[in-house]
């Protein structure tokens, strides 16, 4: 058995009598329906995963019958035998290297004058008028030739006097002249947004990848042409039942004959076009039924493992006709492509051709020319081509639908009229199904057909799911210490962007219980924190003072040159960041917990004039913390700094030659500094730090060791004020006011357990479900320097609870705490 | 001991042995930000002793006077109040006097960043196609001499088209990294050598922080 270049794995099966590609969802074997590339039920298998059979044979790749989708045992018809001796010729494919990252998609961008989806013949007219009225043209199209339509008819048919694969090389000889750019075997997936189209190229020989085009357009013309609809009758899945579109394609495009005695069934109108380059294959047609007619109609395919005859009722009289092939031509129908706007009203694209319900090849042609020009901003007058001998029929009534076992309705062959009436959600299968399969199920369903399609277009016209159109990666910052954070055996979280070690674990130990040892650390000695991930602002104007009274919702004026917290309060009135504000020169500078973004935008907001510049990266943060920080400080500072310059203010020094910033911190309760160095030289000022911190007992530690100082020291979490919603005063952040902070409180267990972060707090124990609460944990921690559990609360009147009983309740369990002042170290 | 600087990109030189495209790290650069109106733009160009160019488009120029004479300057305009001059890290502190001095009585901003970005050179015949993997921007703009900027890779950076088939892209340094390796990617099936990789990062599942 051989394969030849330009051979899809189809083609070249057919061509080798292969017909049954596998065992379909039902046990039934699977053979292949048309010569779509993108068609998941006509798969084989290659290299383990799943390949459409409209995919280009390649060298290299060996295939295996796919096996059945959900195997149950038993049911099993063991078809699962290898095709391998067929292709086998072709060779092995190295196995990817270890270790290499395998990434599903590949994005890539395009920007286009004219997009033209579909390069059937509207779509090859559109886009060489186009181009040739200068615009700048992308053709795509989802099989790997154009032609389409053309690709089917007889090659009698003159376009032009030219035979249709002339025809095409002629149109494709101009388009290549005028530099238009094909993209071929890319299937339309999304029109996403303005102008935005995805398509989607499954790469490799194995389609493993997928490339994804987003291609960028001014105008857009939907040429996608026509779908053949499916007809439903017993055995229709049957190996060797095939859309006659497809046997005639097979024919011209690749000289493959699917049969060579076929019967071809048609739904309400002649099929002359395909049953004359069928004929020209060496078909032949030994019988033709008109499914629409009133006395016709096809009993059931008979055969096994492929077709081997038809059974036909027509004028009341059933026959069985020998053959090899089931040719079906129900009738086409429009195609589109999913997305926003993917019917009537998709704003600005223009459909030509079968995409416009087009029937007639001459029509099409000049349809898809006047629209190419007018894309271009031409006169959208072009010229007529002369056709002859070409004619598509439109898709009749719907036959009659029987619900059997053996009658399927979709073209993955797994769902019978009784599966779509048992459905829990028909409307997501009609949302799913391709233009040819959406009659059939309509019909199927009946009466609620009409609502269901209303519903199914809704969904339809939403974006697709997320992981179809993720980016390939997600923008990671790292800190400058990062290789070392690694070496030390960090696991990291996103925090903002920023991959941010959580903690350092050592041999055999969790995060939790490393985050808890480096806390401990932290009480006991020193800690070290890298604070890459703190935003940073640099702001300054004549106005500052009023601008950074806005950002923090104070009615009091805030003085720049004093060093203080400061809430910012975004454009809802909720909590943004928490920052802390440190005179600079004329400016200040903003340090908050989360990215520097928002807080620019919030400034800007409020005063275009102000002048603000992130800074972020302009120097590295680490934080050091514990009563021998001083000590740790001084060992690596070139000169150790004077005792007063610790407790106030910002002070330079040097490390190693280097100028460094000192600030005392605060923020996790007792004797702390952040230390901010120029961030070329942080990797090396982090290797001296954390020396030191362990040569005084202390450790190096992540933010999982942050968050338990700070829920020790009573710091609310930042994320329970931008995810809460909650407000600046209910944090105790703004410092606004004095009697703020009585809405934050510490909560002390008072068994082993530890109340779960979004716990209600009630005041009694009995029916605590149905209790009106009285606040929530935002924060709970374990604390190995306080031998307990600590959390943090919101709470309405807290103040004058302190010492009082309350309950934690979530879903599973019941917490007893003592309310008590937010930070666990004052007591 | 002296501290010994680092930088994210490691030096960074990948070029694909038939000269279609180049990934390259370049630098050490003083960059200093200049946030400015309108109005100071005459002020700002008697300092540096060049003319600036205007919003969108950048320069390279060698003054014959001011600060920054007998060496190269760069002048990156991504907007009308802002400027990013680049010159070598020795010549900073006197562009810096020099504009401090000019604009001392209009409010202006003017931050030192050459600690905090970073600079790579993309080039080649085959930059667009690279590129055209990391960005959706329209690639038509980069015409040479102009200032865009963009994502690279989901990433911010700003992007300066000096020459012909030659893009420089300063980015933040904590986002180098990832924008050196995604364009080292990206241009690996366009023959680029091996770049800068790292094995994943092990991620702690979110929701799951210790407790």
Not at chain 1, 202 to 231: D, F, S, Y
Not at chain 1, 307 to 320: K, N, P, S, T
Not at chain 1, 495 to 524: I, K, Q, S, T, Y
Request: hydrophobic fraction near 50%; include cysteine.
């Amino acid at each position: 058995m051989a394969g030849l270049e330009g051979d899809t794995v189809a083609s070249a099966l057919l061509a080798n009598g292969e017909r049954v590609l596998g065992v379909g969802p039902r046990g039934r074997p699977l053979g292949i329906l048309d010569d779509t590339p993108f068609d998941p039920g006509m798969v084989v298998t290659a290299e383990g995963a799943p390949l459409a059979v409209g995919r280009p044979l390649c060298e290299g790749v060996a295939l295996a019958r796919a096996p059945r989708p959900r195997p149950s045992g038993p049911r099993a018809l063991g078809l699962g035998g290898r095709l391998g001796t067929a292709l086998r010729r072709f060779g092995q494919r190295p196995a990817p290297a270890e270790g290499v990252p395998v990434s599903p998609h590949e994005h890539a961008h395009l920007h286009t004058d004219v997009l033209v989806i579909g390069a059937g013949p509207a779509g090859l007219m559109a886009a060489l008028e186009a181009a040739r009225a200068g615009a700048r043209v992308v053709l795509s199209e989802a099989q790997r030739d154009v032609g389409g339509w053309l690709t089917a008819v007889p090659s009698t048919t003159r376009l032009d006097a030219l035979a249709p694969d002339a025809f095409i090389a002629r149109t494709l000889g101009s388009l290549r002249q005028l530099e238009a750019r094909l993209l071929l075997g890319a299937v339309a997936i999304e029109g996403a947004t303005e102008g935005v189209v995805t398509l989607a190229e499954p790469m490799g020989a194995a389609a493993t990848l997928t490339r994804l085009w987003h291609v960028h357009a001014r105008e857009v013309i939907l040429a996608t042409g026509l779908a053949e609809r499916m007809l439903a009758f017993r055995g229709n899945d049957r190996p060797g039942v095939m859309r006659a579109s497809a046997v005639a394609r097979f024919a011209r495009r690749f000289g493959v004959r699917a049969g060579t005695e076929a019967v071809l069934i048609t739904s309400g109108g002649p099929a002359d076009d395909v049953a004359a380059t069928m004929a020209e294959a060496g078909i032949a047609v030994v019988a033709t039924v008109d499914v629409a007619a009133p006395r016709e109609r096809v009993m059931r395919v008979v055969g096994r493992q492929g077709v081997e005859g038809v059974e036909i009722a027509a004028a009341g009289r059933a026959r069985l006709v020998r053959c090899d092939l089931v040719a079906v031509a129900g009738g086409v129908v429009p195609r589109t492509i999913p997305g926003p706007g993917s019917g009537e009203e998709r704003g600005g694209w223009r459909r030509v051709g079968g995409a416009a319900g087009v029937l007639d090849l001459a029509e099409a042609l000049e349809a898809g020319a006047a629209a190419g020009r007018a894309a271009a901003s031409g006169d959208g007058v072009a010229r007529r081509i002369s056709v002859a001998g070409a004619g598509r029929c439109a898709a009749g009534p719907e036959p009659a639908i029987v619900a059997r076992a053996d009658v399927f309705l979709d073209t993955r062959r797994t769902l019978t009229a009784a599966d779509i009436r048992r459905a829990r959600d028909p409307a997501a299968i009609l949302a799913a199904a391709g233009p040819g399969e959406k009659g059939l199920i309509a019909a199927a369903l009946g009466g609620r057909a009409a609502s269901l399609l209303a519903e199914a277009e809704r969904r339809q016209a939403m974006p697709l799911a997320e992981p179809a159109v993720a980016p390939v990666v997600t923008r990671v910052r790292r800190s400058p210490v990062h290789a070392a954070h690694r070496e030390a055996g960090a696991v990291f979280e996103h925090h903002h962007g920023w991959a941010r070690p959580v903690a350092f674990p050592h041999a055999g130990e969790g995060p939790a219980d490393a985050a808890c040892r480096e806390a401990l650390a932290a009480r006991e000695a020193a800690a070290l924190f890298d604070a890459s991930g703190l935003g940073r602002v640099l702001a300054a104007g004549p106005s500052l003072a009023d601008a950074l009274r806005r950002l923090s919702g104070s009615t009091e004026p805030v003085d720049p040159a004093v060093h203080r917290l400061l809430p910012a309060i975004g454009e809802d009135g909720c909590v943004l960041d928490a920052l802390q504000l440190v005179p600079a020169g004329e400016g200040v500078h903003l340090v908050g917990r989360g990215p520097a973004d928002a807080v620019i935008a919030r400034l800007i907001a409020i005063d275009p004039e102000l002048l603000v510049a992130d800074i972020t990266d302009v120097a590295t943060p680490f934080v050091l913390h514990g009563p021998q920080s001083a000590v740790v400080l001084d060992a690596v500072l070139d000169a150790p700094l004077v005792e007063g310059v610790r407790s106030v203010g910002r002070a330079r020094a040097t490390l190693g030659g280097v100028d460094v910033h000192i600030t005392p911190e605060r923020e996790l309760g007792g004797a702390g500094f952040r230390i901010d160095v120029p961030t070329p030289f942080a990797a090396a000022a982090w290797v001296r730090l954390a020396n030191a911190a362990w040569s005084a007992g202390g450790s190096i530690a992540g933010w999982g060791a942050a968050r338990i100082l700070g829920v020790e020291a009573g710091r609310a979490p930042l994320a329970a004020a931008t995810a809460a919603k909650a407000s600046a005063a209910e944090l105790g952040l703004g410092l606004l006011s004095s009697d703020v902070r009585r809405l934050l409180v510490g909560l002390e267990p008072l068994g082993a357990a530890a109340p779960s972060v979004g716990a209600r707090l009630v005041a009694t124990r009995r029916r605590a479900q149905k209790t009106v609460a009285l606040g929530e944990v935002i924060a709970s921690e374990r604390s190995l320097f306080l031998r307990r559990g600590v959390a943090l609360a919101l709470m309405t009147r807290g103040a004058a609870r302190m010492g009082d009983v309350l309950y934690a309740v979530d879903g599973r369990s019941t917490t007893a705490v003592r309310v008590g002042p937010p930070s666990a170290l004052t007591g | 001991m002296p501290l010994v600087s680092t930088s994210p990109l490691g030096g960074l030189d990948l070029a694909a042995r038939d000269g279609s495209i180049a990934l390259r790290e370049a630098g050490p650069f003083a960059y200093l930000l200049l946030r400015m109106r309108q109005g100071d733009k005459a002020a700002t160009a008697q300092a540096l002793g060049v003319d600036l160019p205007d919003p969108g488009a950048g320069s390279l120029a060698r003054p014959t006077r001011g600060p920054a004479r007998g060496g190269d300057l760069g002048l990156l305009r991504c907007g009308v109040d802002d400027l990013l001059i680049r010159t070598g890290p020795a010549r900073a502190s006197a562009v810096v006097a020099e504009i401090a001095s000019a604009l001392a009585a209009t409010p202006h901003l003017l931050v030192d960043l050459s600690d905090a970005l970073v600079t790579m050179v993309l080039s080649g015949a085959a930059m667009e196609t690279a590129l055209g993997r990391v960005t959706e921007l329209d690639l038509r703009m980069l015409v040479p001499g102009r200032v865009v900027e963009a994502t690279l890779s989901g990433a911010p950076a700003r992007l300066w088209c000096s020459a012909p088939a030659r893009l420089e892209i300063v980015a933040a340094s904590s986002d180098a990294r990832h924008i050196g390796m995604a364009l080292a990617a990206a241009g690996r099936p366009l023959g680029l050598p091996e770049g800068p990789s790292e094995p994943d990062i092990p991620w702690h599942p979110p929701g799951s922080g210790p407790r």
